[in-house]
């Protein structure tokens, strides 16, 4: 399969702090890469510079073989780059059936096919944004990305905050998704283990660099990998004690 997305030598940061350095991924049709690291090691930098939203230094992003790095946010979104930010950016004074129709694009996402996906949503498709729990919205900033039939989705920490059934109820959607429906994505998620069951290749970012890369599968039962980039043991995330450095 050709590679959809191709980021090489990037470096991108805000203001004059330049947080990425020399990133370089490729990332291939129909697949999901996971990308991983601790707090602050640039992995959201990442998403939003894919986006278009941080301060670019060097390097280039193309998709599909289109060089989109001169592109504003705007028109990356209309050629294909789907985004699930942390703060949702749902309207919260629309309801779930207008936040989906307001920015639908043609294709074969559409609010029905949202409402099959999250059944809780057409349940609540006449409630307003701010009328819906965490989950919820969170279910709807998913669906307002699909119907603007992206060709890669970039979902930034999509689990954070929610109810354990939430999670789940998110995860098998995802799969669905990405597997059944051969949606390519970007995930960035601190529960590194929960989201490598989604995703084909994950990356671990320090520093803003690429430290590691690895099959899904192989990195989940990579205990020295995890612990040493990740500070994940098999009893969960290790705990920065005072004199740890």
Do not use: C
Not at 38 to 60: A, C, E, P, S, W
Not at 88 to 100: G, P, Y
Not at 152 to 177: N, S
Not at 188 to 214: C, F, M, P, W, Y
């Amino acid at each position: 399969m050709p590679d959809l997305l191709t980021i090489e030598h990037l470096s991108a940061g805000y203001g004059e702090a330049v947080v990425l350095s020399n990133v370089s991924l490729s990332l291939v049709e129909g697949q999901a890469l996971a990308l991983l690291g601790r707090n602050g090691m640039g992995k959201t930098t990442l998403i939003n510079t894919i986006v278009g939203v941080t301060h670019y230094f060097g390097g280039t992003i193309a998709l599909d073989g289109t060089d989109i790095t001169p592109l504003r946010p705007d028109r990356r979104a209309q050629i294909g780059i789907g985004w699930v930010p942390q703060e949702r950016n749902i309207f919260k004074s629309l309801t779930v059936h207008e936040n989906l129709t307001a920015v639908a694009q043609p294709g074969p996402w559409t609010a029905e096919k949202v409402y099959e996906l999250f059944p809780r949503l057409k349940e609540r498709r006449q409630n307003l944004g701010n009328q819906l729990s965490g989950g919820e919205q969170q279910m709807l900033a998913v669906g307002r990305a699909l119907v603007l039939n992206p060709r890669v989705m970039l979902l930034d920490e999509p689990l954070e905050g929610l109810a354990p059934i939430i999670v789940e109820e998110l995860l098998a959607a995802l799969r669905r998704v990405i597997h059944g429906g051969g949606m390519s994505a970007i995930l960035v998620e601190q529960n590194a283990k929960k989201i490598l069951g989604v995703t084909d290749r994950a990356i671990i970012l320090e520093r803003g660099s690429i430290v590691h890369t690895a099959d899904s599968a192989a990195l989940m039962t990579d205990r020295a990998a995890l612990e040493t980039h990740l500070g994940v043991t098999d009893h969960g995330p290790r705990r920065m004690g005072r004199n740890t450095r």
